[in-house]
């Protein structure tokens, strides 16, 4: 003989559903990276307050890895070096100025990555990476550390 189903029943089966849905949505792995593409991915990183001369060890096409965990990034694609620039008080006026730093000089290191691109993250060498990010970068005899002035992908 059958036994009819009841209310109860019911929950019960919906409940068991909805767990096999979690675990299988779970062991699946879904990716944070949703619809991304391949990309070539560039980044600027400004380096403040460097020895002067600095800028002369770094050549075009170096390979640079995170110095603090040993991530390869990718390849210098561009430097530039310019005066560390500050800001004072001046205080004979009373404004806030700016002031080169003497025996000091700032550079911007462009890298070139393979990453990707999606809606909600750009990662370079499968790092995530964003503007404002703290980097410690380093190449062949040299290493630095600064923030990610700006970023875009081919």
């Not at 096999?20 to 990716?31: D, H, I, P, Q, R």
């Not at 620039?85 to 006026?93: A, F, G, H, M, Y």
């Amino acid at each position: 003989m059958l036994k009819q189903f009841n209310l109860l029943d019911i929950f019960i089966c919906i409940g068991i559903a909805a767990m096999v849905f979690m675990v299988v949505a779970y062991l699946g792995g879904g990716s944070s990276i949703m619809a991304s593409n391949k990309k070539t991915v560039y980044f600027t990183v400004e380096a403040v307050s460097l020895p002067p001369g600095f800028h002369e060890k770094i050549s075009i096409g170096d390979t640079i890895e995170d110095s603090a965990k040993g991530y390869y990034y990718g390849v210098v694609s561009h430097v530039e070096a310019e005066p560390t620039v500050i800001e004072t008080l001046d205080s004979v006026n009373r404004k806030i100025v700016k002031a080169e730093v003497p025996d000091r000089e700032t550079i911007l290191l462009t890298v070139q990555c393979d990453g990707t691109e999606s809606d909600i993250l750009i990662t370079a060498g499968g790092q995530p990476i964003k503007i404002g990010q703290q980097m410690r970068l380093k190449g062949k005899g040299y290493a630095m550390g600064g923030f990610i002035l700006e970023m875009w992908t081919e």
